[in-house]
């Protein structure tokens, strides 16, 4: 399946981004909070760029067509669902995962039955159920390969019914039972007097990072955007859990001053404080500035804990980037690659 043509040296590296759903726009909104802007000249092209990652073509893509695409390598990166992933991936393990963890596009693949089917409550019941029945379970997805193997692993004989456009109203209609489909907040349910059952989760998703294995091998270009990308990724995910907090304080040291810190449970910093002396107008000598970094849910924990240690005109700024020695994704990733890192330092 091998694109010879496609991953020739010459073409640029591309990334491809769902063009539409809900992943869509929350893929555009996190690439710019990476500090990642993308630039489409012309709203109706297919095609846009990252000014900040000249190397890379930017394509717009239906989710599940950028798992296709990197699998068979005519793209190198796609962001896109676990869910449509682990759907599509086939079994070459040409489409490997970066990173499973973008913080969006939240949702679960469940098993939904009518809310009239009182006594099915889980996955057990559902079964019983089906025995009753005296027939196999009609079940409408768009997800037949998970939900296939989901209702198999649990003893369920089942048909899978195909649908496309909205599966929701399969049950009412009378086309299929249940439905196996992407829940959110459950609203869509509940509209359509559908139940989702309570250990009935197929396959957790988020939005994640993919890649054409075979690239990464091969084209240094690949393994250079890989790094890139989840340098950007990494550093931003880990920074927008953390707040910047600066404080002035009064010691006789710098190392007096950390002493008083460390007594402190949440202030402590990344690393440590860091300690700096501020050069007050009246020539007073014992002013220092403190700057540390601390969880954003423990922020009002922080500044208590500097009041009480004699901290005043705290100010907290939020952080863009958090870098620390190699994103942990990417030792990970050449792990899996077998790929030493000397080689590519
Ligand atoms: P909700 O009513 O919030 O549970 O959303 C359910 C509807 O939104 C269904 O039609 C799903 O197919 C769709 N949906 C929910 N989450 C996602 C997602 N992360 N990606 C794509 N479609 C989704």
């Known amino acids: 399946m091998e694109n010879v043509e496609n991953m020739s040296s010459e073409r640029p590296i591309r990334l491809s981004l769902p063009s539409k759903g809900r992943l869509a726009e929350d893929s555009l909104e996190f690439l710019a909070a990476c500090g990642l802007q993308i630039n489409k000249p012309n709203p109706r092209q297919y095609e846009a760029n990252i000014p900040n990652l000249p190397d890379l073509v930017v394509l717009f893509q239906r989710p599940g067509d950028i798992v296709v695409s990197v699998r068979d390598g005519s793209v190198e990166f796609g962001i896109t669902g676990i869910d449509v992933y682990e759907e599509h991936k086939g079994s070459n393990g040409e489409a490997m995962l970066l ?3 973008l913080g969006f596009g939240h949702c679960n693949l469940a098993l939904a039955v009518p809310e009239a089917w009182e ?10 159920r089906v025995a009753n029945l ?3 379970l009609r079940a409408a997805t768009k997800f037949p390969l998970l939900t296939g193997k989901f209702l198999q692993v649990h003893g369920i004989p089942h048909t899978l019914i195909s649908a496309e456009g909205t599966l929701e109203t399969a049950p009412a209609i009378g086309y299929a039972d249940i439905i196996s489909d992407l829940v959110s907040s459950g609203q869509t349910l509940k509209d359509n007097r559908l139940r989702a059952l309570q250990d009935g989760v197929i396959q957790p998703s988020q939005a994640a990072l993919i890649a054409n294995r075979q690239a990464l091998r091969t084209r240094p270009k690949a393994l250079a955007m890989a790094r890139q990308l989840l340098e950007y990724f990494e550093a931003h995910l ?3 859990e953390n ?8 010691g006789s040291s710098a190392e007096a001053i950390a002493g008083r810190i460390f007594t402190q449970p949440t202030i402590g910093g990344l690393q440590g404080p860091t300690i700096s002396p501020v050069f007050v107008r009246n020539g007073e000598k014992n002013w220092f500035a403190v700057h540390i970094v601390v969880q954003r849910d423990r922020l009002f924990r922080s500044i208590n804990e500097l009041r009480s240690i004699g901290g005043s005109g705290v100010v907290v700024a939020p952080v863009t980037y958090i870098f620390e020695e190699e994103p942990a994704r990417y030792a990970a990733m050449l792990q899996a690659l077998e790929i030493k890192d000397a080689e590519n330092s």
């Open 99 to 101: 990173h499973d963890a």
């Open 119 to 128: 006594e099915v409550l889980s996955v057990n019941d559902l079964r019983q």
């Open 134 to 136: 005296g027939r196999s």
């Open 238 to 240: 880990r920074a927008i």
């Open 243 to 250: 707040l910047a907090i600066f404080a002035n304080m009064r």
